[in-house]
């Protein structure tokens, strides 16, 4: 089992930034797949950006070259970088955890951006 806490969503303006966290705890493997999705009101689930153990990372079109995603694996935490955010950008922020055909998610995290 894989315990993923976050932090870091709140209100901000158009054009400002933010920065989520996540990390896991419990059974973890050497190697894993960290990654956010999000998901607004009335629309489906969505990946943002993930990165794997060895750093090699996927982002969605609409988030590259803005957001940028990072992770400790000392400390098993992953980040999300998020810049120039736009009022689209507003969800709830989900952090994730893969590894050996399993799957785990955060509780959530609220993310707002006002125009």
């Known amino acids: 089992q894989v315990h993923l806490v976050e932090s870091g969503g709140g209100l901000v303006q158009a054009g400002e930034s933010l920065r989520l966290s996540c990390t896991a705890s419990g059974g973890i493997f050497t190697s894993n797949t960290m990654g956010w999705y999000r998901q607004a009101p009335g629309k489906q689930r969505e990946l943002v950006a993930d990165?794997?153990?060895?750093?090699?990372?996927n982002y969605a079109d609409s988030v590259k070259g803005r957001f940028i995603i990072s992770r400790d694996n000392a400390r098993n935490t992953v980040y999300l970088q998020m810049n120039s955010l736009k009022p689209e950008d507003t969800a709830v922020y989900y952090c994730s955890f893969r590894s050996m055909g399993y799957g785990y998610w955060g509780q959530g995290t609220q993310v707002t951006v006002s125009s």
């Open positions: 990165i794997t153990t060895g750093r090699s990372t």
